[in-house]
């Protein structure tokens, strides 16, 4: 059973497009994260948030945590054909010094 | 700066020999950690580390075993390869073990195991 649930797994739009990709947990976390993984490298983290109901913007992209921190949302507006990746939620459960990841969300953006 | 660098970038085992995947970074991070990656899986904890001579287990520690002498080097030794270990392998690391998010990955091993 996964601790954190993505969804959804697979996502295929046009460029152009609006986007939402959740990220859900029954837990509380001391925060989450996002990250983003180009075929054949490692994940780079996009954003950390840590705060109940807090809401940060990365250019086209806005995360927001739940404000019972349990969960979280990535927002990208106006997809680009450079967005395609493979998206990843992580959070960071109080005191457990380990982070748990979500299964990911493929993300095709189409031209 | 390298960042994390993970050594070797494929390897191809045959099942009951072992191997160590070499793990290191150059940022005086004293948190490292080890992950499988597999599809529909996310990135899973096999073993992690908060600083030199300190090590645990994650999620999936079975069939693997670490050690961490030095600040620098994180490496993960397959004792006997299985099939079931054929996966892609990241290594990470965090500045503080109190803040293990924020983790920076190296590039991945792929390891195949026949």
């Known amino acids: 059973t996964q601790l954190l649930e993505q969804s959804p797994q697979f996502l295929s739009i046009q460029e152009g497009e609006n986007l939402t990709v959740y990220c859900n947990s029954s837990s509380v976390f001391s925060s989450l994260q996002w990250y983003r993984q180009e075929p054949g490298e490692g994940p780079v983290l996009l954003v950390t948030v840590v705060t109940g109901g807090e809401v940060k913007k990365l250019k086209r992209l806005t995360f927001q945590f739940g404000d019972a921190r349990k969960d979280s949302s990535l927002h990208i507006t106006a997809a680009q054909t450079g967005d395609t990746g493979l998206y990843l939620c992580a959070g960071d459960l109080q005191g457990a010094q380990k982070l748990v990841f979500g299964q990911g969300t493929r993300l095709t953006i189409n031209p | 700066n390298a960042g994390v660098t993970q050594t070797p970038k494929f390897q191809v085992l045959k099942t009951g020999q072992s191997m160590t995947l070499q793990c290191a970074q150059d940022?005086?991070?004293?948190?490292m950690s080890w992950y499988r990656q597999d599809p529909g899986m996310g990135l899973r904890l096999i073993h992690y580390?908060?600083?030199?001579?300190?090590?645990d287990q994650g999620e999936v520690p079975n069939g693997y075993n670490v050690s961490r002498s030095t600040t620098e080097d994180f490496p993960l030794r397959l004792l006997s390869a299985a099939p079931s270990q054929t996966s892609v392998y990241f290594c990470a690391s965090s500045y503080s073990p109190n803040n293990p998010y924020e983790q920076y990955f190296g590039p991945g091993t792929r390891l195949t195991v026949t």
């Open positions: 940022m005086n991070h004293e948190y």
């Open positions: 580390s908060v600083g030199a001579g300190i090590t």
